[in-house]
């Protein structure tokens, strides 16, 4: 079975600082995909970044990068410059076959 | 292309009603997806298909809730009757083939039964 976890509900940053979100998962495959989600309060899902387990290489999309740790099953989620535009609740999502999404953490950017 | 579209955005009902949701997803898409959000439980899986068919529906609740895929271009997800627990965004995402693509989600439609 495949799991994910968000161990922080909740996390502020300063405008312009740079936070990192936290996500665990566990399975048993090799060929599997990682995602990050982001939801406004408009509700709808964005994506923000993937990655390929396969890679070792950490994917990048402008002011978001991950850590990827294959080893430790853990793929955290960089947002640097943060802006206001950015708070949401941010899900960690694994897919093989069907999707699995952590609880989520909300983000707040302070002014 | 016009992305995943749910429909109705905002569904007030009354207990014992029955309520149906509906989605069409991205042309060419083979995977479609079921979930429900609530603040309690966070995003479920409900059901998801392939191709038009049922592979997991083992997160239904209950016999009150079907859903139905009937051709690469509609699914319906049915409540009968509805209960105030069953309040929640219920959200439709599509993905292409393979196990490894992008889900792409709709708007999402909030459903409360008073």
């Known amino acids: 079975a495949q799991t994910v976890t968000q161990s922080q509900p909740e996390m502020s940053v300063q405008e312009a600082e740079t936070v990192t979100l936290s996500c665990t998962y566990d399975?048993?495959?090799?060929?599997?995909?990682l995602f990050w989600y982001k939801q406004p309060p408009s509700r709808q899902m964005i994506l923000v970044i993937r990655?390929?387990?396969?890679?070792?290489q950490n994917a990048t999309e402008n002011r978001f990068s991950v850590n990827f740790q294959k080893a430790a099953k853990s793929f955290s989620l960089k947002i640097s410059d943060s802006q206001l535009g950015d708070t949401a609740m941010y899900f960690c999502?694994?897919?093989?076959?069907?999707?699995?999404f952590g609880t989520g953490t909300s983000l707040t950017v302070i002014p | 292309d016009a992305g995943v579209i749910q429909s109705p955005r905002h569904e007030v009902t009354e207990m014992g009603q029955e309520v149906t949701l509906r989605c069409k997803p991205i042309?060419?898409?083979?995977?479609l997806f079921w979930y429900r959000q609530t603040m309690m439980r966070g995003l479920e899986l409900l059901i998801y298909?392939?191709?038009?068919?049922?592979?997991?529906d083992s997160g239904m609740p209950e016999d009150r809730f079907s859903a139905k895929m009937p051709n690469a271009s509609f699914s319906t997800l049915k409540i009968q009757p509805s209960e105030p627990r069953d309040s929640a965004v219920y959200f439709c995402?599509?993905?292409?083939?393979?196990?490894?693509?992008?889900?792409?989600f709709g708007e999402g439609s909030r459903l409360t039964v008073l």
């Open positions: 999502a694994l897919s093989w076959n069907q999707f699995y």
């Open positions: 399975t048993s495959e090799n060929n599997y995909y």
């Open positions: 042309s060419g898409h083979d995977y």
């Open positions: 995402a599509s993905r292409g083939q393979g196990n490894t693509g992008e889900l792409f």
């Open positions: 990655q390929e387990a396969y890679k070792q």
């Open positions: 298909f392939n191709n038009n068919v049922p592979i997991d």
